[in-house]
């Protein structure tokens, strides 16, 4: 199987930073994209960022120009560097991996536990 175990996650003011990290191990043959979705009290989760193994990005209207996703694929983790923080960023952000776990198997998603990110005054 695939584990994603994130960190990183914290309580910061708005303006503030935190860099949230995601390593994936476990029986990994591929993976094929990589990216952090958020869900806050009450909405439904929403894609955040994402980076695929051809190194295209796709992020969130919401985050563009104060959010960054990486990828490290030697460690297989992927981070997620947010500056200027803002309280409707306050959620639960989730790691996704899309990976095969054969050479012939099927693209399958991956979640990681979540970790809280709260930005508050």
């Known amino acids: 199987q695939v584990q994603l175990v994130e960190s990183g996650g914290g309580l910061v003011q708005p303006g503030g930073s935190l860099r949230l990290s995601c390593a994936a191990s476990?029986?990994?043959?591929?993976?094929?994209?990589m990216g952090w979705y958020r869900q806050a009290p009450g909405k439904q989760r929403e894609a955040v960022a994402i980076?695929?193994?051809?190194?295209?990005?796709n992020y969130s209207d919401s985050v563009k120009g104060r959010f960054t996703i990486s990828r490290d694929n030697a460690k297989n983790t992927v981070y997620l560097q947010m500056n200027s923080l803002k309280p409707e960023d306050t959620a639960v952000y989730y790691c996704?991996?899309?990976?095969?776990?054969?050479?012939?198997?099927?693209?399958?998603?991956?979640w990681g536990q979540g970790t809280q990110v709260t930005v508050s005054s």
């Open positions: 996704k991996v899309v990976a095969t776990t054969s050479r012939f198997g099927a693209r399958d998603d991956y």
């Open positions: 476990g029986s990994i043959f591929s993976i094929v994209a």
């Open positions: 980076i695929f193994s051809g190194h295209n990005i």
